[in-house]
């Protein structure tokens, strides 16, 4: 059974920090990309940031320079790093890995950017 498990949301004011993890069980984590989305109040999820098995990232354009995917093979573990964090950053971040019929998702973890 495959589980992502979010956690390292929160409350910051803008500007601030937040580091956001995600343990999953149950995939050869090695060997699967993963990616971080979002989702705002009212708007569509979108994709936030991923990286290749082998390391590569991608970033949308509005978080490039502040936000870092990461990730930690040894502990199955997916980060990404949330610096200067503005406004409309301020959503529901989601996990995702590939498989299945349409991939596998976290539960979520709420990001509020706020002052």
């Known amino acids: 059974q495959v589980q992502l498990v979010e956690s390292g949301g929160g409350l910051v004011q803008p500007g601030g920090s937040l580091r956001l993890s995600c343990e999953a069980s149950?995939?050869?984590?090695?060997?699967?990309?993963m990616a971080w989305y979002r989702q705002a109040p009212g708007k569509q999820r979108e994709l936030v940031a991923d990286?290749?098995?082998?390391?590569?990232?991608m970033y949308r354009d509005s978080v490039k320079g502040r936000f870092t995917i990461s990730r930690d093979n040894a502990k199955n573990i997916v980060y990404l790093q949330m610096n200067s964090l503005k406004l409309e950053d301020t959503a529901v971040y989601y996990c995702?890995?590939?498989?299945?019929?349409?991939?596998?998702w976290g539960q979520g973890t709420q990001v509020t950017v706020s002052s």
């Open positions: 149950g995939i050869s984590f090695s060997m699967n990309a």
């Open positions: 990286i290749s098995r082998g390391g590569t990232t």
């Open positions: 995702h890995t590939e498989g299945g019929s349409f991939g596998y």
